[in-house]
């Protein structure tokens, strides 16, 4: 079992950054894929950005590469998500995800998942 906890989300302006952190804990974290997804009411949950479990691949959703930066700490058993000129399209509950190897897009194919923490961006 994995468990994982998110924070950093919260209310910016269109243009500011926000720094999401997940931590997890229950198994060894070096050998998790870990991804960050988001969902707004009505609309299914889609795939932001994922991180292999070195950190030596990551991939990115068209409309977040050059803004978001995702990252990951094996030793804090830590993955965060930079978040950069914000836009309110952004708005959405943020979610943390964990899987045993591959660096799926699918929600389906993350076995693991935090609350969601929820990102607010004002125009």
């Known amino acids: 079992q994995v468990q994982l906890v998110e924070s950093g989300g919260g209310l910016e302006q269109a243009g500011g950054s926000l720094r999401l952190s997940c931590a997890a804990s229950?198994?060894?974290?070096?050998?998790?894929?870990m991804g960050w997804f988001r969902q707004t009411p009505g609309k299914e949950r889609e795939f932001v950005a994922g991180i292999s479990w070195t950190g030596s691949i990551t991939d990115y959703e068209d409309s977040v590469k050059g803004r978001f930066t995702i990252s990951r700490d094996n030793a804090k058993n830590t993955v965060d998500l930079q978040m950069n000129s914000l836009k309110p399209e952004d708005t959405a509950v943020y979610y943390c995800?964990?899987?045993?190897?591959?660096?799926?897009?699918?929600?389906?194919?993350?076995?693991?998942w935090g609350q969601g923490t929820q990102v607010t961006v004002s125009s």
């Open positions: 995800a964990a899987r045993v190897f591959g660096l799926p897009r699918n929600t389906w194919e993350y076995a693991y």
């Open positions: 229950g198994r060894t974290f070096s050998t998790l894929t």
